[in-house]
Structure formats: C-alpha cells, structure tokens
C-alpha cells in the first residue's frame, strides 16, 4: 500500500496531496514537470500496473469469458445482441 497523504485548507478541502518521493521518482525520473508528463507517467504507471497483475491472474476459456460478460451486462441491465 502506498502511503499518501490529503493537505487540506482551514474548511477541511483538500487542496494536495503528497506521495513518497520514491514514487515521484519513479513517475518522473528525469524530473521534468509538467501537467503533461506527470498526466502521461501516472497513465503508464497504471497501465504497468494492470499489466503485472493481469500476468499474475488465470485466464478465462471462451465459455468463461462469455458468462463472464453475460453476468456483467445483466448486473448493468444492458441488453446483449
């Protein structure tokens, strides 16, 4: 679990947030900052970190997978073609 924490104003809002700077270096190693490259950074941080789990998860066959999407489509009441 990563340790992040909320600052908040005298309301109670939260106004930022701060990470480990193990993490801020491995989002943004080069430190270069920008909107843009910490939005792209996050982005492939998550992604890698879907891709190590997805590795680590048992695939479904066709049958599974399309009972799978079945009970899913029912929870969402979404009508399948």
């Known amino acids: ?11 109670g ?12 270096r491995q989002l943004l190693p080069t430190g270069e900052v920008s909107e843009e490259n910490l939005a ?9 970190k879907a891709m190590n789990e997805a590795v680590n998860t048992t695939l479904l066959n ?11 489509a029912t929870k969402a009441n979404i009508e399948l073609d």
Not at 1 to 11: F, H, K
Not at 13 to 24: H, K, Q, R, S, T
């Open 62 to 72: 066709r049958a599974e997978a399309l009972a799978y999407h079945v009970r899913q």
């Open 40 to 48: 792209e950074a996050v982005e492939d941080y998550c992604l890698n």
């Open 13 to 24: 809002e939260a106004i930022g947030v701060v990470i480990p700077i193990d993490l801020w």
């Open 1 to 11: 679990m990563i340790n992040i924490e909320y600052l908040t104003n005298q309301d």
